[in-house]
């Protein structure tokens, strides 16, 4: 019974190193979400893919910041270049279809350090 | 900017009482979710509202969509500390789903 699976749970990185967050949707599920989370906020949202296509980017910065969802395969974040201020939990969700009420299902999120 | 409102902010209780936590927008939602997250976990999603005036009941959790579909409400009864964590109100229908910053319950035993 495989919900949305992110790794990793934990990723320490150096400032200017590259972090690459996964995320394997629901079986079915065609649509993922990209959030980041600060301690005690709420979700702030990043991006919205389809398989092979980004839908909605404008909540991701346009400097450092990628994100992919190839054919085969999890879903990509990518930070190049990281920084402190990037340090946060990036959660995953996914959802079967567009035009749906909305509902998404989360990961347990992956949780970036920035050093 | 389609901006969700929740209040209060933080809200600490004992065991036993009730409450209630709110989420508005100045537009109107084509639907409405709530979810709950535990520390270090992701949201779980709790309940879907889509119609104005709905009212919505998960054992001592009732939640309620305004007739405009303009607000929710969400109340506990007899909270417990089992109910600890934040509770998250998202919109939906659109393709930026987007969330409201939380109300941080606490329910001390």
């Known amino acids: 019974n495989a919900g949305v699976m992110q790794n990793p749970r934990h990723l320490v990185r150096r400032r200017g190193q590259e972090a690459r967050l996964r995320c394997s949707p629901m079986?079915?599920?065609?649509?993922v979400y990209w959030y980041r989370q600060l301690p005690e906020e709420g979700l702030k949202f990043m991006v919205y893919?389809?398989?092979?296509?980004?839908?909605?980017e404008s909540g991701m910065p346009k400097e450092r910041f990628s994100a992919e969802f190839p054919k085969e395969g999890p879903s990509i974040l990518r930070i190049q270049q990281v920084v402190r201020g990037d340090s946060a939990a990036y959660f995953c969700?996914?959802?079967?279809?567009?035009?749906?009420?909305?509902?998404?299902?989360f990961g347990e999120g992956s949780r970036l350090t920035v050093l | 900017t389609q901006l969700l409102e929740q209040s209060p902010q933080f809200l600490s209780i004992q065991e036993g009482e009730n409450l209630t936590v709110y989420c508005n927008s100045s537009?109107?939602?084509?639907?409405l979710q709530w979810y709950r997250q535990e520390p270090g976990e992701g949201p779980v999603l709790l309940v879907t509202?889509?119609?104005?005036?709905e009212v919505k009941k998960l054992k001592r959790l009732t939640f309620q969509f305004g007739d405009a579909r303009k607000d929710s409400s969400l109340h506990i009864t007899a909270a417990q500390p089992g109910d600890t964590g934040l509770y998250l109100c998202?919109?939906?229908?659109?393709?930026?789903?987007?969330f409201g910053k939380g109300t941080k319950l606490t329910v001390n035993p």
């Open positions: 969700a996914s959802s079967p279809k567009q035009g749906a009420t909305g509902e998404l299902f």
């Open positions: 079986k079915g599920h065609s649509h």
């Open positions: 893919l389809q398989k092979e296509n980004i839908i909605d």
């Open positions: 537009s109107v939602f084509s639907s």
């Open positions: 509202v889509v119609t104005g005036g």
């Open positions: 998202q919109r939906g229908g659109s393709e930026k789903l987007v």
